[in-house]
Each structure stands twice: as structure tokens, then as C-alpha cells.
């Protein structure tokens, strides 16, 4: 069942039941001017989502430690640094 869509107002008027409705696991979509702006889902929905998108984030740690290591010399390019004017 596809989830229920409310307009702005509808929802603000019959928030009571779009919490409700979101309470029962169906999430419910508002928009403004035909254009979808909102999701309302319960409480327990938002935490599960959000501990599913810090699990998939790998740990700064983990970032780095993936990082190409590259040991070896390099080239520097011969160039003069820039003549400033000082006041």
C-alpha cells in the first residue's frame, strides 16, 4: 500500500492523525504546492534509519587507514614563489 500524502495544510489541520498513521509504520508524505517537502514517520522508524546510515559510514579511522599509501620520491616542479609587495 502506497504511503498516504497530505498537503501542508491537511497535515497542520489533522497532525493528530498523520501521527498516528506514522505510529502504525506507515510513513506519510506531505507536500506545498504539489511538491513532496516531508516525511513523518515514528520515532522508532527515524532511530532504525539513522543507526543503518551510521553503520554503512565507515569510522574516520577506517578512512584513513583506507587511503593509497604512497612511499615513494617525486619530482618537484622547479617554480619561483610569488613576489609580494609589503606596505
Known amino acids: 500500500m502506497p504511503p498516504a500524502v497530505w498537503?501542508?495544510?491537511?497535515?497542520?489541520n489533522r497532525f493528530s492523525a498523520v501521527v498516528?498513521?506514522?505510529?502504525?509504520?506507515?510513513?506519510?508524505?506531505?507536500t506545498r504546492r504539489g511538491e513532496l517537502v516531508g516525511v513523518v514517520l515514528?520515532?522508532?522508524?527515524?532511530?532504525?534509519?539513522r543507526r543503518l546510515d551510521q553503520g554503512a559510514s565507515p569510522s574516520l579511522a577506517a578512512h584513513l587507514l583506507a587511503m593509497p599509501q604512497d612511499d615513494e620520491s617525486f619530482e618537484r616542479l622547479p617554480l619561483k614563489p610569488r613576489e609580494w609587495e609589503c606596505s
Do not use: F
Open 7 to 12: 498537503t501542508l495544510q491537511d497535515a497542520k
Open 20 to 30: 498516528d498513521a506514522a505510529l502504525r509504520g506507515d510513513p506519510q508524505l506531505v
Open 42 to 49: 515514528s520515532a522508532e522508524e527515524y532511530e532504525r534509519l
